[in-house]
Structure formats: structure tokens, C-alpha cells
């Protein structure tokens, strides 16, 4: 069985919203089978999805806390940061950690770092303190074609929802990423430019609207390719 196959087989059982989860009362209500997976392709941690057409109900600060928490510990984003921190090392970035043990631990530790400092702030504490809704809104395939639904994917690292349910510019996304790429000041000794910062600021927002492409299409990519692994599927 493929590390893929695997993935979907632990988490179909949990495709719908556990009740016992403290952010499933903003699910509950929807199908099951449009309950987000909890992780895209069994690696990004998908726990701030929710679907566009449903009943808006904001979430509580306990509950932007604990989106944050899982999307910052859930345990494939160990393995990716090692590989991530490997690939990094080939390419000799951050070469002030130089190589060896020594070098791959310190790309590890400042990659993961960057990552809890963003996901807290983007995901937890500036959403509590400026009252905006972390969770992306996904469209679905019957919202609109496949152009569309990329550039809305990309573009909700600029806007987001209010606790009112009010579309706004998404502060918490924008600021949070400065403030961690900021941060980061004191542990990239040799990148604390102002061309550094704006460079690691903009990686984030790519990537992370990048993930929210992904987190739009997976719901589709693995209906169409991965279904028919599932114990009784139809072939």
C-alpha cells in the first residue's frame, strides 16, 4: 500500500466533522461527504477549510487557537520540514549554518520556527485580536471553471471574513507573515535586509496561496483519481 493510499485509507473514517473536535460546530450541519480530509494528499494539514456554500457561523478565539495548534504539530509537517531542511542544505541556502549534522539542524529548527510563528500569528492570535475568520471558504466544482476557482483560491491571502460574516482585507494573513518574516531577523544572521524580508514575506504568501489552490481542487483531484482505491469502491 502507497504512503497516498494509506493516507486516504486512516482518513476517510474522519472525512465528516467529529462533534468531540472543537472546531467541528462549524461543520456540523453539512453533508458528510463534503467535509473537508484532514490533510491534502496526506501531507498538508487541510484543518481551516470550510465550504463557501455553507451556513456562516464564526469561530470562537478557543477555536482559531486550536486551527492553529494542528496546523502547526500535525505530524507529516515533521517529515516535510526534514525534507525541506535536506533540500536545503544541497542548495547551500542559509549557508551561514554551513553543513554536516550541525548545518541540517539548524535549517530544521529556523524552517519549523518560521512556520509556528507564522501559522500562530496568521491563524490564532491576529484573527482573535483584529476578530477575522483564518478558515478558507472553498467554492467546490459547482461554483464556477477551473480558472476561477484558482485566481478566488489565491487571492483570499488578501481577503477573508470577519467574525460577522462581512468579506474584509485579510490583515491577519498579510501582517502575521511580516511579523514572522520580521522575526526571523534573529535567526537569519546574514539575510536581515530590507530585500531579505520582503523576499521571505512573499514566499509565505505564495505559498500559502498555493495551498489554498490545492486545499480547493483536492476534493476534486482525489474523487477522480484516488476513489477507486477506497475498500468498495466502484471500479
Same mark, same amino acid.
Request: net charge neutral; no cysteine.
Given at each position: ?18 462533534? /468531540? ?63 525541506? /531542511? ?150
Amino acid at each position: 500500500m502507497t504512503f497516498l493510499n494509506l493516507a486516504f485509507a486512516q482518513d476517510s473514517p474522519g472525512d465528516g466533522p467529529d462533534p /468531540a473536535d472543537p472546531i467541528a460546530p462549524a461543520l456540523i450541519g453539512k453533508p458528510a461527504a463534503a467535509a473537508p480530509d484532514k490533510r491534502v494528499f496526506g501531507v498538508l494539514p487541510n484543518y481551516r477549510t470550510a465550504e463557501r456554500s455553507a451556513t456562516y457561523e464564526p469561530l470562537t478565539a478557543h477555536q482559531k487557537f486550536v486551527i492553529a495548534t494542528k496546523d502547526t504539530f500535525d505530524y507529516p509537517l515533521f517529515i516535510l520540514g526534514g525534507g525541506l /531542511a535536506g533540500l536545503a542544505q544541497i542548495a547551500d541556502q542559509h549557508e551561514n549554518f554551513g553543513q554536516g549534522m550541525q548545518g541540517f539542524a539548524g535549517r530544521y529548527a529556523t524552517a519549523y520556527t518560521d512556520q509556528f510563528t507564522g501559522n500562530y500569528l496568521t491563524e490564532g492570535i491576529l484573527p482573535i485580536l483584529l476578530h477575522e475568520d483564518p478558515r478558507y471558504f472553498r467554492i467546490g466544482s459547482g461554483g464556477g471553471g477551473a480558472w476561477y476557482r484558482i485566481g478566488y483560491a489565491a487571492s483570499r491571502i488578501f481577503v477573508t471574513k470577519t467574525d460577522s460574516g462581512r468579506n474584509t482585507f485579510n490583515f491577519a494573513e498579510v501582517l502575521g507573515n511580516g511579523i514572522s518574516a520580521a522575526i526571523a531577523n534573529g535567526y537569519y544572521v546574514d539575510e536581515r535586509s530590507a530585500a531579505d524580508n520582503v523576499t521571505r514575506l512573499s514566499t509565505q504568501l505564495a505559498t500559502d496561496a498555493l495551498s489554498q489552490v490545492l486545499k480547493e481542487f483536492w476534493p476534486d483531484i482525489k474523487r477522480k483519481y484516488f476513489a477507486r482505491h477506497r475498500p468498495g469502491a466502484q471500479p
